[in-house]
């Protein structure tokens, strides 16, 4: 199964840009690349996923490089309510929900 | 359009006990996935029900067990309680989970902690 790489933390001052790195060197032609967040007890919530194509919606933009090997998660202008782990996560064509790898994700910490 | 509901938010129940956590996905959504959080193991799948039936499993043992109703609603029960048990229990929907362009939504989760 290909697998995601995050760092565990990133800061940011509040409304300042956010840019979190996913390495996922091993995905294959079909894999979606999602991003969850999950704030303090709270359920993870949806963030964005794309497949190729740069993608943008009103929470965040997805920059996916040409070879695929990584993305880049962008948060425009962060805000104290930023503050979550975020998770880069791959999902195949024939994958089920049982398959997706949440891993640690990437610590966000945002300073007023 | 509602979202995912859970029931209960916190539990507590001693050791040897059973327990039943409840999940009422979104309107019109058939798929539902229920996952355990833990500090130490992260987020970790333990079932998947569509239309009634389970369609994928995870590596838990035999006392956690689900069901799903034909309203799509899905309960998940743990018998004979162990202290390792505590954990976060997430439910997540999504409207069929066969396909990776959708989008998967999740519960608050319930908090059990086993005493």
């Known amino acids: 199964d290909a697998k995601t790489t995050q760092p565990n933390s990133m800061e940011s001052n509040e409304e300042e840009p956010v840019h979190l790195p996913c390495n996922h060197s091993t995905i294959s032609g079909t894999d979606y690349i999602h991003w969850y967040r999950q704030l303090p007890s709270q359920g993870p919530e949806y963030v964005i996923h794309g497949l190729t194509s740069n993608v943008n919606n009103r929470m965040a933009s997805l920059a996916i490089a040409e070879d695929r090997k990584s993305s880049t998660l962008i948060l425009h202008r962060a805000t104290l309510r930023d503050a979550a782990v975020y998770y880069c996560i791959l999902r195949g064509r024939t994958d089920s929900w049982g398959k997706l790898q949440f891993g640690a994700g990437t610590q966000v910490v945002v300073t007023p | 359009k509602a979202g995912v509901t859970q029931t209960p938010r916190y539990l507590i129940k001693t050791r040897g006990q059973q327990v039943t956590l409840s999940c009422s996905p979104i309107?019109?959504?058939?798929?539902v996935s229920w996952y355990q959080q833990t500090p130490g193991q992260g987020l970790q799948f333990l079932f998947e029900y569509f239309s009634e039936t389970q369609r994928n499993k995870g590596n838990f043992p035999g006392r956690f067990s689900g069901r799903q109703f034909s309203n799509s609603r899905s309960e998940m029960n743990v018998s004979t309680l162990e202290l390792g048990d505590s954990a976060l229990y997430l439910c997540?929907?999504?409207?069929?989970?066969?396909?990776?362009?959708?989008?998967?939504?999740f519960g608050s989760g319930t908090q059990l902690s086993v005493l």
């Open positions: 997540a929907s999504s409207p069929l989970g066969d396909s990776p362009n959708e989008k998967l939504f």
């Open positions: 309107s019109g959504h058939r798929s």
